[in-house]
């Protein structure tokens, strides 16, 4: 997986340079990667990368060799931002990102990345002032991770980069497991390993002699009140931001890809990408089971954007051989059933090495809103809401009550509040005491850089991926967006309603109906009334499914998987290490054997399970 490396510790060049390359090697041992690494007295930086966003040699320096800088990722708006630095004076030589980052740092010092529209990690070391600066993206689009011990301090881009360094403790942080298994995310900076903890979204991380300072430059804060404005004047502003963030990041001519859904997010991106010339190297990917509704839907929507569209069928058994690899990128973090992009990832990028992703188009625009949020409560009472909420959309992995089924009596007591802590917290910091608003905060904040993101790194480990939603501008417009029109994503499906009308006709996942009233909604709707009558009368055999879903975990691990699920799951190593209920696990084993539909419980606790063995035992 591409990313950074780096730490600041007292030693020579030579020892810092091994070490380097035992960071590199834990966080990507894959030799299609490119490492790029430098060390000096007392610090030491790396690149892990496939080098397709960024091609150029690093690290970049300046002219006078004081600065060094390494950077992954992209720029999004890097042709202005060169314009306007030739004009300040700054002689820019290639058109490689790092180098404009590099003259950035020069001009405006550490608040160089509150500028960036983009994706990235940086680090740099300044040898005026013998410190380490590392920063990211509004979104922490390439998650970062750091840990202080006696022998100094450590960052890279993965868990296991940090474990490379032997004075990290590997004590494991058990409120970490407990949030992982019931909101399928770790909340907060936690990771499974209590002294690394990940670098928060847009922040610049300065490390010196004498210490570690972190500080945000931005955050997603909702306004305190909102303007009067008609509806439409929102998604008419929407589909003109929409269309500049995608633009942005256009394919130019590259050969590319975008990952399309039978839903509307990335449908909404080609639609936009269709619009604009240099597509003609663009191709639409969809994986699943064979004849499913996203690879139908797909079909036509990449048949109306006249681009070529490949359907990768998604192999049932597709963990046996990748599922280790994908604890690795995830760091144990990532539950198994989410991490299907990885059986096809390769695949894909045979297609082209650049893909997009609709990533982030749910949360910005109203997947989390339920009608519980419009209504005042009490402090006390606002937690449980939130988590009323949840159950309604049923995502909660393990719920709450759950826990004491689960979970030993040691565990419970070591886990304490700080589960309902930590999420409070982040209720307190969208300073906002309305539910919607906090919502969407944690799910900027939480939800996005700790789960969604997954999805992107596994993919990674093959081709870059673009992310046209995220966006600066049009991240700034989702906060100005009064969350009733938040509510059921109406904003969002209303602006594409009214751009592309042609196809929003065409269904979507998982309705499986048109997103606007048309002659195909009639006959969708009543195909489904015809359905529901010959199953009333008993011919449900002719009425055929309701809908064709893309993957299926509970039948997969009930058969083709069993053998491998057992054996991991009910293994005297995962039933002793003293987190769990040993008849716990071997009742939800037996009872998703038995028909009841667990997969994703026990795609979490397989994460766990193979973590440990990777980087514990």
Same mark, same amino acid.
């Given at each position: 997986?591409?990313?950074?490396?780096?730490?600041?510790?007292?030693?020579?060049?030579?020892?810092?340079?091994?070490?380097?390359?035992?960071?590199?090697?834990?966080?990507?041992?894959?030799?299609?990667?490119?490492?790029?690494?430098?060390?000096?007295?007392?610090?030491?930086?790396?690149?892990?990368?496939?080098?397709?966003?960024?091609?150029?040699?690093?690290?970049?320096?300046?002219?006078?060799?004081?600065?060094?800088?390494?950077?992954?990722?992209?720029?999004?708006?890097?042709?202005?931002?060169?314009?306007?630095?030739?004009?300040?004076?700054?002689?820019?030589?290639?058109?490689?990102?790092?180098?404009?980052?590099?003259?950035?740092?020069?001009?405006?010092?550490?608040?160089?990345?509150?500028?960036?529209?983009?994706?990235?990690?940086?680090?740099?070391?300044?040898?005026?002032?013998?410190?380490?600066?590392?920063?990211?993206?509004?979104?922490?689009?390439?998650?970062?991770?750091?840990?202080?011990?006696?022998?100094?301090?450590?960052?890279?881009?993965?868990?296991?980069?940090?474990?490379?360094?032997?004075?990290?403790?590997?004590?494991?942080?058990?409120?970490?497991?407990?949030?992982?298994?019931?909101?399928?995310?770790?909340?907060?900076?936690?990771?499974?390993?209590?002294?690394?903890?990940?670098?928060?979204?847009?922040?610049?991380?300065?490390?010196?002699?004498?210490?570690?300072?972190?500080?945000?430059?931005?955050?997603?804060?909702?306004?305190?009140?909102?303007?009067?404005?008609?509806?439409?004047?929102?998604?008419?502003?929407?589909?003109?931001?929409?269309?500049?963030?995608?633009?942005?990041?256009?394919?130019?001519?590259?050969?590319?890809?975008?990952?399309?859904?039978?839903?509307?997010?990335?449908?909404?991106?080609?639609?936009?990408?269709?619009?604009?010339?240099?597509?003609?190297?663009?191709?639409?990917?969809?994986?699943?089971?064979?004849?499913?509704?996203?690879?139908?839907?797909?079909?036509?929507?990449?048949?109306?954007?006249?681009?070529?569209?490949?359907?990768?069928?998604?192999?049932?058994?597709?963990?046996?051989?990748?599922?280790?690899?994908?604890?690795?990128?995830?760091?144990?973090?990532?539950?198994?059933?989410?991490?299907?992009?990885?059986?096809?990832?390769?695949?894909?990028?045979?297609?082209?090495?650049?893909?997009?992703?609709?990533?982030?188009?749910?949360?910005?625009?109203?997947?989390?809103?339920?009608?519980?949020?419009?209504?005042?409560?009490?402090?006390?009472?606002?937690?449980?809401?939130?988590?009323?909420?949840?159950?309604?959309?049923?995502?909660?992995?393990?719920?709450?009550?759950?826990?004491?089924?689960?979970?030993?009596?040691?565990?419970?007591?070591?886990?304490?509040?700080?589960?309902?802590?930590?999420?409070?917290?982040?209720?307190?910091?969208?300073?906002?005491?309305?539910?919607?608003?906090?919502?969407?905060?944690?799910?900027?904040?939480?939800? &996005? !850089?700790? @789960?969604?993101?997954?999805?992107?790194?596994? +993919? *990674?480990?093959? /081709?870059?991926? =673009?992310?046209?939603?995220?966006?600066?501008?049009?991240?700034?417009?989702?906060?100005?967006?009064?969350?009733?029109?938040?509510?059921?994503?109406?904003?969002?499906?209303?602006?594409?309603?009214?751009?592309?009308?042609?196809?929003?006709?065409?269904?979507?996942?998982?309705?499986? &109906? !048109?997103? @606007?009233?048309?002659?195909?909604?009639?006959? +969708? *709707?009543?195909? /489904?009334?015809? =359905?529901?009558?010959?199953?009333?009368?008993?011919?449900?055999?002719?009425?055929?499914?309701?809908?064709?879903?893309?993957?299926?975990?509970?039948?997969?691990?009930?058969?083709?998987?069993?053998?491998?699920?057992?054996?991991?799951?009910?293994?005297?190593?995962?039933?002793?290490?003293?987190?769990?209920?040993?008849?716990?696990?071997?009742?939800? +084993?037996?009872?998703?054997?038995?028909?009841?539909?667990?997969?994703?419980?026990?795609?979490?606790?397989?994460?766990?399970?193979?973590?440990?063995?990777?980087?514990?035992?």
């Amino acid at each position: 997986m591409p990313g950074l490396i780096g730490f600041v510790k007292p030693g020579s060049t030579s020892a810092a340079g091994q070490l380097l390359e035992q960071m590199a090697a834990a966080l990507e041992p894959d030799p299609r990667f490119r490492r790029e690494l430098h060390s000096g007295e007392g610090f030491g930086l790396g690149r892990v990368s496939l080098a397709i966003l960024s091609p150029g040699p690093q690290p970049v320096w300046s002219d006078d060799r004081k600065v060094c800088l390494f950077m992954e990722g992209e720029v999004f708006d890097a042709a202005e931002l060169r314009r306007a630095l030739g004009d300040g004076g700054h002689d820019l030589r290639s058109e490689d990102d790092a180098e404009l980052a590099l003259h950035l740092y020069l001009e405006y010092g550490k608040e160089f990345a509150s500028r960036l529209n983009g994706a990235f990690i940086v680090a740099l070391w300044d040898f005026r002032r013998r410190e380490l600066i590392v920063t990211n993206d509004r979104l922490g689009l390439y998650p970062v991770y750091h840990a202080s011990t006696s022998r100094g301090f450590f960052f890279a881009s993965g868990v296991r980069g940090l474990l490379a360094e032997r004075s990290l403790p590997r004590r494991i942080d058990r409120i970490a497991m407990a949030e992982f298994l019931t909101f399928d995310h770790v909340l907060g900076q936690r990771t499974l390993i209590e002294d690394a903890r990940l670098l928060p979204q847009a922040s610049v991380l300065v490390c010196r002699q004498g210490g570690v300072s972190i500080r945000k430059y931005w955050e997603p804060i909702s306004p305190s009140s909102y303007p009067i404005r008609k509806d439409i004047a929102y998604s008419d502003e929407l589909i003109d931001i929409f269309r500049r963030a995608v633009r942005r990041q256009s394919p130019n001519g590259q050969q590319a890809a975008i990952l399309l859904s039978g839903g509307m997010d990335s449908r909404a991106i080609l639609a936009a990408m269709a619009e604009g010339p240099g597509n003609g190297h663009l191709s639409a990917v969809t994986w699943g089971i064979p004849g499913c509704d996203d690879e139908r839907f797909a079909g036509e929507v990449a048949r109306l954007a006249a681009i070529p569209h490949h359907a990768l069928p998604l192999r049932p058994d597709w963990m046996r051989s990748l599922a280790e690899t994908g604890v690795r990128l995830t760091d144990g973090m990532g539950n198994l059933v989410n991490l299907h992009g990885l059986a096809v990832a390769e695949d894909s990028r045979r297609l082209a090495p650049v893909l997009y992703k609709g990533f982030l188009g749910d949360a910005m625009f109203g997947f989390g809103m339920r009608p519980r949020y419009w209504a005042d409560y009490d402090e006390a009472s606002r937690l449980h809401v939130h988590l009323e909420a949840y159950r309604d959309y049923n995502v909660l992995t393990f719920d709450l009550p759950d826990h004491q089924t689960l979970f030993t009596d040691a565990f419970r007591k070591r886990v304490g509040e700080g589960l309902l802590d930590d999420y409070r917290a982040a209720m307190r910091a969208s300073r906002s005491p309305q539910l919607s608003d906090q919502r969407l905060y944690i799910d900027y904040t939480q939800r &996005v !850089p700790r @789960m969604t993101i997954n999805g992107v790194e596994v +993919v *990674r480990q093959y /081709a870059a991926v =673009r992310l046209p939603y995220a966006d600066n501008e049009l991240m700034d417009f989702s906060l100005r967006v009064p969350p009733g029109l938040r509510m059921g994503r109406q904003v969002m499906i209303q602006a594409f309603v009214r751009a592309y009308p042609s196809y929003a006709q065409i269904p979507v996942t998982p309705s499986g &109906v !048109p997103m @606007m009233a048309c002659a195909r909604d009639l006959l +969708v *709707r009543g195909g /489904a009334w015809a =359905r529901w009558h010959l199953r009333r009368v008993g011919l449900g055999r002719l009425a055929g499914p309701d809908s064709r879903p893309a993957k299926d975990y509970d039948g997969w691990f009930r058969t083709v998987l069993r053998d491998w699920v057992e054996e991991t799951l009910l293994s005297p190593a995962n039933l002793n290490r003293g987190y769990f209920k040993p008849g716990a696990v071997r009742q939800l +084993v037996q009872e998703h054997m038995a028909g009841a539909d667990h997969a994703v419980r026990l795609g979490a606790l397989l994460s766990l399970e193979l973590w440990h063995r990777q980087f514990v035992d």
